[in-house]
């Protein structure tokens, strides 16, 4: 084997382990994982991977929507390592791996847009939708949340918890065909939508900047909490959002 054939073979593998590093790729091959975990369930799931949803002008991707007798389960998948801490009022989480610490935006308010989304599309009352976030393996989660937050190998066994019927067979169906008239696999919107949350980050991030809450408008102060200072709307218990200093 020729000098340039082996130069290149090291240089293919090198961006291949790259490209596998960035937050798309690890993104991308969590959300394979939780489909290949939901594919296990019987036929009274029916399954939808990476659904856009439009309401009011703004798309909203979410990663996995099971219809099922007992409720519709809306998933937000996230692939990090290292310890997770965060609680359900934090607009950003943080992701501590060996003193390295990454933040990113609160999974739970995240999957709230999700479900307010599909219940605006689906007229379904909220009580019908589960929420879940959840994380794969490698990680240690140290949340103060209320909501459903779990490791992967979890998932099937939370989903079968739920055995109490709340729509019947034909009510079921309805939901699965409103779901296949949306459920398209087209790039164009992949690309809209991500511009569309790279926006929304920016305006947040300007406006926290500017000492101005991004959920109400009011203004953002420092307050003191027990494990120290953090940013928190003047306007709690009103509006409870809060940011790390």
Known sequence: MSKEIICASVLVAMLLILALRTPYVKGLFGEKVVAFILRTLS???????DVYVEVGG????????????????????KNYKGWIFGNDEQQY???NMYGRKYKFYNPVLQNCAHTKA??????ISNSFFIPVVVFLSGVTLK??????VIK??????????YTRPVFNDVEVQEIVNKL??????????QRKHIKSVKDTANRSENLIANRICPRCGGKVIV???RYGEFLGCQNYPRCKFTANL
Not at 43 to 49: A, H, R, S, V
Not at 143 to 148: F, I, M, P, R
Not at 180 to 189: G, L, N, P, S
Request: glycine content about 4%.
């Open 93 to 95: 989480w943080i992701k």
């Open 43 to 49: 036929n009274d799931y029916y399954i939808f991977n």
């Open 152 to 161: 992967m190998w979890s998932l099937r066994r939370f989903i079968r918890k």
């Open 118 to 123: 599909l219940h605006q599309y689906l007229n």
């Open 180 to 189: 296949r008239e949306i459920f398209v696999e087209d790039k164009a919107q």
């Open 143 to 148: 949340c103060g949340t209320t909501a459903n």
């Open 58 to 77: 703004h798309t909203t991707q979410i990663d996995h929507v099971v219809v099922s007798p007992f409720g519709i389960f809306v998933i937000e998948t």
């Open 223 to 225: 307050r003191e909490g």
